[in-house]
């Protein structure tokens, strides 16, 4: 009998530590992002694409009629300035583009439709490629 409580029990920490290691993760929830998938999701994962509106490029505004947000060259280090999480900002700004507005930008200009466009890893992936624009 106490062989099989101890396969029981057993079975129930591999069932459960195997449920703690999944990598899906409910909104809000903040995990590990792979930065080199983050570009792609920067470059072609929404609609429009991250890179449509803001260059990576210091000091550099582009140009056009839906070319409108500002430079992300030294994200990282504003948003490490914040008051909160480098992290947590970054996702703020993505999840809630108009909750700060960058001087001299209006507001609504950032889509706020990528929390339903983009998974929550594919953030993660994009928030941990923004973090190494330092």
């Known amino acids: 009998m106490n062989r099989l409580l101890f396969v029981f029990l057993f079975v129930l920490l591999l069932t459960l530590v195997a449920c703690g290691s999944e990598s899906g993760q409910s909104a809000g929830e903040t995990g590990q992002g792979d930065a080199l998938i983050g570009e792609q999701v920067f470059n072609t994962g929404a609609s429009p694409a991250c890179r449509s509106c803001h260059s990576l490029e210091a000091g550099q505004r582009l140009a056009g009629p839906s070319l409108a947000g500002p430079s992300l060259a030294g994200l990282a280090t504003r948003a490490a300035a914040s008051g909160k999480p480098a992290d947590d900002f970054i996702r ?17 200009m950032m889509p706020a439709t990528y929390g339903s466009q983009l998974t929550p890893q594919q953030i993660d992936d994009l928030a941990a490629f923004l973090l190494t624009l330092e």
Request: aromatic share 6%; glycine share 6%.
């Open 92 to 108: 703020q700004e993505i999840l809630n583009p108009n909750a700060v507005i960058a001087q001299g930008f209006a507001a609504n």
